[in-house]
């Protein structure tokens, strides 16, 4: 039986800490990764988290991937 293998978010970092897939553009938090795809391919990932807050940034990046189908 073949069993489809899941997409994997990038886990490369080129900094470390809470804010880690968290990018401010223009007071606007944004989470940004990259999904890597079962057939070898990539995918940029970008959502507007719609806050002007860090805290609430986290909060909703946190959500966004522990709920992530990609």
């Known amino acids: ?5 899941a997409p994997v978010i990038s ?7 809470a804010n880690h897939h ?8 944004w989470l940004h990764c990259t ?6 391919t ?3 990932v970008r ?3 719609k806050t002007d ?3 609430s940034a986290r909060l909703r990046r946190d959500s966004v991937l522990a709920g992530c189908c990609f």
């Open 1 to 5: 039986m073949n069993q489809i293998a």
């Open 11 to 17: 886990r490369r970092q080129k900094t470390a800490g």
């Open 22 to 29: 968290l990018w401010n553009n223009n007071g606007t938090w």
């Open 35 to 40: 999904i890597h795809l079962p057939d070898g």
């Open 42 to 44: 990539a995918e940029r």
């Open 47 to 49: 959502v507007n988290l």
């Open 53 to 55: 807050d860090p805290t």
